[in-house]
């Protein structure tokens, strides 16, 4: 399981965090339109990722108090209709639709989204390659440049936002 250190907060301007993510050069990569399949999970969560027309079955379990340590693992999915397909056999719990700009500052891929029926929010997501101290650290890199109050964090998922 690949592991990443993720922070979330509720934000008013998205404009606002965009400007000091350029002011610190970090890298706007591409606007993603997804929609997340949420399914009933005892282990941790599951869901189906859509995007562009590429599917995505992505499992991971994360704590969601403190430090928000998440192990995941994503599985590329091929074939029609695959949506109707899990469906059928999982049980459906939520689906999150959202508009995600990526922007990438070396391991770390900073979300700016417009999530519908709750607003924007930003996300930080730090790919562990060497070791949690190393992500630690570059996660905070991230945190300080864009002047991120830690107290506004929220700690659940979409999914559970909305259910």
Known sequence: ???????????????????????????????????????????????????????????????????????????????????KYLSDILEVECIVEKERKLYMHKNTRVHLDKVKNLGNFLELETLVLENKRKAKKEFNEIINFLELDLSKQINKSYKDLLV
């Open 1 to 83: 399981m690949a592991t990443n250190l993720e922070l979330k907060i509720k934000i008013e301007s998205l404009k606002s965090l965009e400007k000091k993510l350029k002011s610190n050069n970090i890298k706007f990569i591409k606007l993603l339109k997804q929609k997340d399949i949420y399914y009933k999970y005892h282990k941790g969560l599951l869901k189906l990722r859509v995007e562009q027309n590429n599917y995505y079955l992505i499992k991971y379990k994360r704590s969601e108090t403190g430090i928000r340590w998440s192990n995941y693992e994503i599985i590329e999915l091929k074939g029609k209709n695959i949506e």
